[in-house]
């Protein structure tokens, strides 16, 4: 079992950066994929990216790709998720999720959540 609390959300300028962490606590977090989601007003939770336990093998949404980055610490715990050159459809809640199986795309795969951190991108 792992709890999960996200941080680092905020109001920033299109083409500005953030860093999302999630804080990790219970047992395990070293063995646990790591995913970040984002769900806009009126859309469904949608895919950003994921990372295997050991933060080796990492996967991205494509409306993401070479702007984001999944990094993974166990040492610490915490899951990150660097931003940059944001836009103003990047808006959304968001959400990191621990996978305990050997797959970590889809919602689904993710069995425990945070409850989320608001992203505001301005134009």
């Known amino acids: 079992q792992v709890q999960l609390v996200e941080s680092g959300g905020g109001l920033v300028q299109a083409g500005g950066s953030l860093r999302l962490s999630c804080a990790a606590s219970?047992?395990?977090?070293?063995?646990?994929?790591m995913g970040w989601f984002r769900q806009a007003p009126g859309k469904e939770r949608e895919f950003v990216a994921s990372?295997?336990?050991?933060?080796?093998?990492?996967y991205y949404a494509d409306a993401v790709k070479g702007r984001f980055t999944i990094s993974k610490d166990n040492a610490k715990n915490t899951v990150y998720l660097q931003m940059s050159s944001l836009k103003p459809e990047d808006t959304a809640v968001y959400y990191c999720?621990?996978?305990?199986?050997?797959?970590?795309?889809?919602?689904?795969?993710?069995?425990?959540w945070g409850q989320g951190t608001q992203v505001t991108v301005s134009s």
């Open positions: 999720a621990a996978a305990g199986g050997s797959n970590y795309f889809r919602a689904d795969d993710f069995g425990f």
């Open positions: 219970g047992r395990g977090f070293s063995y646990y994929a």
């Open positions: 990372c295997n336990y050991r933060a080796d093998t990492t």
